[in-house]
């Protein structure tokens, strides 16, 4: 019988951390309890009792201590999904690791199977930002108009959905690829009203729709924008596979942007529970 070694526990702070909680100087008035996170914490524990996850779950707490901010964005946006599925009633253990690109987590939903590859983007939106402003300021004569901040960043958000379309290839069940793209780690960025990213919400929906059928074994894309302001819609043209929901400026504990396109191509498309699933974590 196999014997799993007992986890730690995690004290408030380390749970902040882990769960994206900003310091009360960064998010006053919005700032979650510690303590409820520490509760999100235990509940991953008390649901993921296989081998695989018990160790996948040790790695990713490990990578939380790393310097890369990559890391541990990573590690950060994989915990929380992982504790938002559970919340909504799926069952989700961890994926161990290996040399072959596999996704993090496997769901049953109804009694259904999916698969969930979670990817964080760490500085796509302060990259756009910057980019765009240097090309702004170089190509004012150019005839077709420079590349805009938002452009560039709808281009990466393509670009990473094209590059893990191609480590998910070989699944038969749903696959669901979910993107965080986090907030800038500065004191500016912090603000409800710094310099956002002005997105035109349908027209990236869009791009991602027409992007997906070239890419049929992914069933949707989830996505969690953080450092975006979304443009008032100037279409009244709504997409029936695409879910979306924008929060208030003031919420810095939350996304600004929340926003699910199911692949209306996809070899094994999500199922009515397991869509209704995705839907509610937005």
């Given at each position: ?40 914490w235990?509940?991953l ?66 009694g ?5 590859e ?39 958000i ?36 710094s ?37 008032p ?32 191509s ?14 509610g974590?937005?």
């Amino acid at each position: 019988m196999p014997r799993f070694k007992r986890h730690r526990r995690i004290n408030p702070h380390l749970a902040e951390r882990l769960f994206g909680v900003r310091t009360r100087s960064s998010t006053a008035g919005s700032r979650r309890p510690a303590e409820q996170m520490v509760g999100r914490w235990a509940l991953l524990q008390g649901h993921c009792q296989d081998h695989g996850s018990r160790s996948r779950l040790d790695r990713l707490i490990g990578r939380l201590e790393s310097r890369d901010r990559g890391v541990q964005e990573s590690a950060i946006a994989e915990l929380e999904l992982a504790t938002l599925l559970l919340r909504a009633g799926a069952q989700v253990e961890f994926l161990s690791e290996s040399q072959a690109r596999t996704a993090d987590l496997e769901c049953q939903i109804a009694g259904e199977r999916c698969f969930v590859e979670v990817t964080a983007m760490v500085g796509t939106a302060d990259r756009a930002l910057r980019l765009g402003e240097a090309i702004l300021a170089e190509d004012l004569d150019a005839e077709e108009g420079p590349a805009s901040p938002e452009a560039i960043f709808r281009d990466a958000i393509l670009a990473r959905i094209r590059q893990k379309a191609k480590q998910l290839a070989d699944y038969c069940a749903p696959v669901v690829l979910a993107i965080s793209v986090p907030r800038v780690d500065d004191e500016r960025s912090r603000s409800p009203w710094s310099t956002k990213i002005e997105l035109d919400v349908r027209h990236l929906a869009g791009s991602i729709s027409m992007l997906l059928p070239h890419a049929r074994h992914l069933s949707g894309v989830v996505l969690a924008l953080w450092d975006v302001e979304p443009l008032p819609a100037t279409s009244a043209v709504r997409l029936t596979n695409v879910s979306i929901v924008e929060r208030s400026r003031q919420q810095l504990a939350y996304p600004r942007l929340r926003m699910l396109v199911r692949n209306p191509s996809a070899r094994s498309p999500l199922s009515g529970a397991q869509t209704d699933i995705f839907r509610g974590l937005l």
